[in-house]
């Protein structure tokens, strides 16, 4: 089965990236429930583009990332050399706050992504963005999954939050009303949040912390009150630079109101 690109994707009109993307999805098609991911043996081209994104972005958390992400960074001990096997990532993770990474052959289907998270399972891809643009991509890749998600998952209080997460998420997958607002407050906070810290707006939401132009203009969105309810009725757009974020007075108080709204939702 063929990976489908997008008109305006960086590789589109590139026969051999599209190659190796078929290749990288096959290998995560011919696993059995339960395997850990298979052993991608990673071009020079993909570790090229892996050490340039992540010594660049690297860089930027060291000014942007709150510290609870920077702590779970430490932890995890990501290679800039080289990019990282899921399979050792997902051991490593499991020592630390009990998550497994698993091989997904590309963006797993909404229900079946929030009902793993609640498992304490991350359905990840493995391929690497186009190596022309190392800083952007337009999808989910690898450096995405483990620069923004992993990172974070290595730290508890991060771990826990999205396991309760996911569990909401899978209580409302049958109600599309709920789903969608469980969705949008998701985006705004796990994927794209920030908060209030030593004086500083500091970003927590795995977009933000993956994105290396989004970071260096997060700071000129309209930045609202936090209100996990009113993120809930806020549309946003994926292909864009964020207009809005939602910023949380300290990274304890998003925590402890996260745990409730999400363990609220659907009962």
Request: proline share 6%; with cysteine; net charge negative.
């Amino acid at each position: 089965m063929a990976v489908e690109l997008a008109a305006d994707h960086p590789g589109v009109a590139d026969p051999e990236y599209r190659r190796r993307r078929d290749e990288i999805a096959e290998a995560a098609r011919r696993l059995a429930p339960g395997d850990e991911a298979a052993r991608i043996a990673y071009t020079p081209d993909e570790t090229a583009t892996w050490t340039t994104a992540s010594t660049a972005l690297d860089r930027l958390h060291a000014q942007h990332a709150c510290q609870a992400y920077r702590l779970g960074a430490a932890r995890l001990g990501l290679p800039r050399d080289e990019v990282p096997q899921l399979a050792d990532v997902s051991a490593r993770l499991q020592h630390l706050t009990g998550w497994r990474f698993h091989a997904a052959p590309g963006l797993a289907p909404i229900r079946e992504f929030y009902g793993a998270l609640a498992e304490r399972r991350f359905l990840s891809t493995q391929y690497v963005r186009h190596p022309s643009v190392p800083l952007y991509t337009p999808e989910p890749d690898v450096i995405h999954e483990l620069i923004g998600h992993a990172n974070a998952l290595a730290e508890p209080r991060f771990a826990e939050l999205y396991a309760v997460a996911g569990a909401a998420g899978r209580r409302v997958a049958d109600d599309d009303t709920t789903l969608q607002r469980f969705s949008r407050t998701f985006w705004f906070t796990l994927e794209f949040g920030v908060v209030h810290e030593d004086d500083d707006l500091r970003a927590y939401g795995a977009g933000l912390l993956s994105s290396f132009g989004e970071l260096n203009v997060y700071r000129e969105a309209e930045i609202r009150e936090w209100d996990p309810d009113a993120m809930s009725v806020t549309d946003y757009d994926i292909n864009v630079y964020q207009p809005v974020l939602f910023a949380a007075p300290s990274f304890d108080t998003m925590v402890a109101d996260l745990l409730g709204w999400f363990g609220a939702l659907g009962r």
